[in-house]
């Protein structure tokens, strides 16, 4: 992809955010669901060697020599499969970093086995989300189209992208993965999986970062430092100027994209 490196992309740059909620914890255990780089995860080790992080579990399919690395120096506890085969056996821990598959199966179900052990526990957990803005808020993308099962996935593309005020796909748009041709309808997409999975259950509250592809934060309305955790997020929650800012980079990104395309073409 073009210009790949010039976007932001990373759950990192959240981690300011993350970070101050974190440390609202006495050593939580926390795990980090989708490590690509390790760029997180990096992060998430210094904490964890400052004695602010108890427990690192990392579950990445198809892992880097790094985190392969990190894992082998029991840095992580890593768990080099995907989180629906791994978080039924977890035991509920405090914080959660979702950013695996970006694809209304793996999300819903994901949210759902987190809620289904914490509907007796009752534990004041924390959940981080990425990518819970365009694209793929109301379109799912996937990164093996086989691990879904074919009733519950989209009809996808692999050669064709997204472009903003289109709810196809067109040649040279956002792409180079499989995606679900259409955007938006039901049950495609991670801010639809978001959503269903919290009106299923009516106890978790739900806040949007609207840049870098959207931070979503879920909190148990039970949860002890609530207020604390609202305050954190408050100055960036629902935000017009990182919502407008996050519009003019996806747009300028779009054109680069699309003018490269057209390079190559002609
Ligand atoms: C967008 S990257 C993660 C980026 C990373 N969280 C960061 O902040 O830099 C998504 C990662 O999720 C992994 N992944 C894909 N499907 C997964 C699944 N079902 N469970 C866990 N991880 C998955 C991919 O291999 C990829 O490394």
Redesign the pocket.
Known sequence: MPGEGLLL????HFFPIIREIIGLYRLPSVV??????????MLLIYEKKKGNIGELIV????P?ERISAWSEGKEIDLRP??????LPRLPLKDVY?I????NYY?VYH?LKVIFGKNKTERKDIVIFC??VCWPWDRRDMY??PE?IPVEHRHRYTTEMGVVLHDEGVVPGGFGGFPIAVRRGGPKNGVLTAIEDAISECDDYRFFKVEGIFGLGVIVPSWHRDFSKIEAVIAPFADNYLIRKLERNRVEIYLELLRVCHHVVKS
């Open positions: 992309n990373s759950m990192k980090e669901i989708g490590a690509d780089k390790g760029e997180t995860t579950i990445e399919p198809f880097s499969t995907r989180s629906l085969e791994v970093i950013d695996g598959d970006h793996t994901e990425h990518d990164y093996d691990s």
